[in-house]
């Protein structure tokens, strides 16, 4: 299987930081990398696939890049609506696995 | 609007089998490509369990392989999880999601707690 690792597992922060999550796979997945946003009590949230290619719906402020092991999700100026857990996954091999999440918290 | 909805006991003995059924609405389970279970244990990262398609085909995550079956039932346009021979390690939120061609989860349903305790 595909580890992923993200990190850190918590990171705090205040409104307007600029923020970025790391996720490293442990063998090249190309570009085969999503993002999903997950607050307290609720299921995921698709946010990013494809590593960089935001859906419907998502601010600006979110980006994504990173190619083969190592990618990143950041967050240009972080508001409000944006405290939550963040989980990358791959998707290029069987079978399909996530990291263990990093929590976005209010420093 | 795509709705998935989980349901099923919430509490299940060490050893028995735990059975979820994901009921779906606003999509058709024959129009889509794959029906996934993903569970979170309290406090830690998500897990893909396995997924299944309108025809049947499985796939299962081969940590879960001898103990999972996943079913789908097109006149109910709902599918379902059976994990057999459960432990306390199993205790989770248990979700239901719709899953592209690639393998993303785009739709969700609310997710379930079970338990597994005596």
């Known amino acids: 299987d595909i580890q992923m690792t993200q990190s850190p597992s918590t990171l705090s922060a205040s409104v307007g930081d600029r923020v970025t999550i790391t996720c490293r796979a442990s063998q090249s997945i190309t570009n085969w990398l999503a993002w999903y946003q997950q607050k307290p009590g609720k299921a995921p949230n698709l946010l990013i696939s494809?590593?960089?290619n935001l859906e419907s719906g998502v601010p600006s402020r979110f980006s994504g890049s990173g190619s083969e092991t190592e990618f990143t999700l950041t967050i240009s100026s972080l508001q409000p609506d944006d405290f939550a857990t963040y989980h990358c996954?791959?998707?290029?091999?069987?079978?399909?696995?996530f990291g263990q999440g990093t929590k976005v918290e209010i420093k | 609007q795509v709705q998935l909805q989980e349901s099923g006991p919430g509490l299940v003995k060490p050893s028995g089998t735990l059975s979820l059924t994901c009921a779906v609405s606003?999509?058709?389970?024959?129009?889509?490509?794959?029906w996934s279970w993903v569970r979170q244990p309290p406090g830690k990262g998500l897990e893909w369990i396995g997924e299944i398609s309108h025809s049947g085909s499985t796939h299962y995550n081969p940590s879960l392989k001898s103990r999972v079956t996943i079913s789908v039932d097109e006149s109910k346009n709902q599918f379902s999880l059976n994990l057999n021979f459960v432990t306390a390690a199993d205790t989770a939120v248990y979700y239901c999601?719709?899953?592209?061609?690639?393998?993303?989860?785009?739709?969700w349903g609310q997710g379930t707690l079970v338990t597994v305790s005596s």
């Open positions: 996954q791959q998707y290029k091999t069987f079978p399909w696995t």
């Open positions: 999601a719709r899953t592209t061609m690639v393998r993303l989860f785009d739709y």
């Open positions: 494809r590593t960089s």
């Open positions: 606003g999509d058709s389970i024959s129009s889509s490509d794959w």
